[in-house]
T-cell receptor, first 113, second 114 residues
Framework: GDSVTQMEGPVTLSEEAFLTINCTYT??????LFWYVQYPGEGLQLLLK?????DKGSNKGFEATYRKETTSFHLEKGSVQVSDSAVYFC????????????FGTGTSLTVIP | NAGVTQTPKFRVLKTGQSMTLLCAQD?????MYWYRQDPGMGLRLIHY???????AKGEVPDGYNVSRLKKQNFLLGLESAAPSQTSVYFC?????????????FGPGTRLTVT
């Protein structure tokens, strides 16, 4: 079945450091891929998405490229800020499984000044 | 637009008590979902609905019931709460059948069962 595996946390970085959070997936069909962010005490918000192979999603300095050959959708940011401290979830939606979402377990990021 | 709202935000129940969580969306979305979030397990789908009057089971449906009597509302019921149902519950909605659509989430309900 479909599934998402993402990098274990927690991750602690200094401000202005480079961020990578790894995400790989298994899917039956041709999924769309998403990164969601959850700030403390809040619900999940869409950060970015990509709907076909080689697409790059980007938002707020974050980027992720849909790599079909490696079944990956790694999240990157060149210079993190304290305000980026949150939990990040990788997810996929696959029309062959009724467009249900499959979420990774989440990666907690703390950025220290 | 308020987006997706959930009521209540917090609740404490004793084992065996019942309660209903309300989710409302004002985006005219067809699909609605209930998830639970537990530490280290990400989000797990409890039940979902693809339209008014329809519901279906997700990954972890046992101990929960749902109803979608109106398009904008999706109710999650616990008939006899158990400590294992202590969790944070999120409702989400989506426009419909295209896999490229994202889901929009509510702020969550933190439930503790003692």
């Amino acid at each position: 079945g479909d599934s998402v595996t993402q990098m274990e946390g927690p991750v602690t970085l200094s401000e202005e450091a480079f961020l990578t959070i790894n995400c790989t997936y298994t899917a039956t069909g041709y999924p769309s891929l998403f990164w969601y962010v959850q700030y403390p005490g809040e619900g999940l918000q869409l950060l970015l998405k990509a709907t076909k192979a080689d697409d790059k999603g980007s938002n707020k300095g974050f980027e992720a490229t849909y790599r079909k050959e490696t079944t990956s959708f790694h999240l990157e940011k060149g210079s993190v800020q304290v305000s980026d401290s949150a939990v990040y979830f990788c997810a996929l939606s696959d029309y062959l499984t009724g467009n249900q979402f499959y979420f990774g377990t989440g990666t907690s990021l703390t950025v220290i000044p | 637009n308020a987006g997706v709202t959930q009521t209540p935000k917090f609740r404490v129940l004793k084992t065996g008590q019942s309660m209903t969580l309300l989710c409302a969306q004002d985006m005219n979305h067809e699909y609605m979902y209930w998830y639970r979030q537990d530490p280290g397990m990400g989000l797990r789908l409890i039940h979902y609905s693809v339209g008014e009057g329809t519901t279906a089971k997700g990954e972890v449906p046992d101990g929960y019931n749902v109803s979608r009597l109106k398009k904008q509302n999706f109710l999650l019921g616990l008939e006899s709460a158990a400590p294992s149902q202590t969790s944070v519950y999120f409702c989400a909605s989506s426009p419909g059948t295209d896999a490229t659509y994202e889901q929009y989430f509510g702020p969550g309900t933190r439930l503790t069962v003692t």
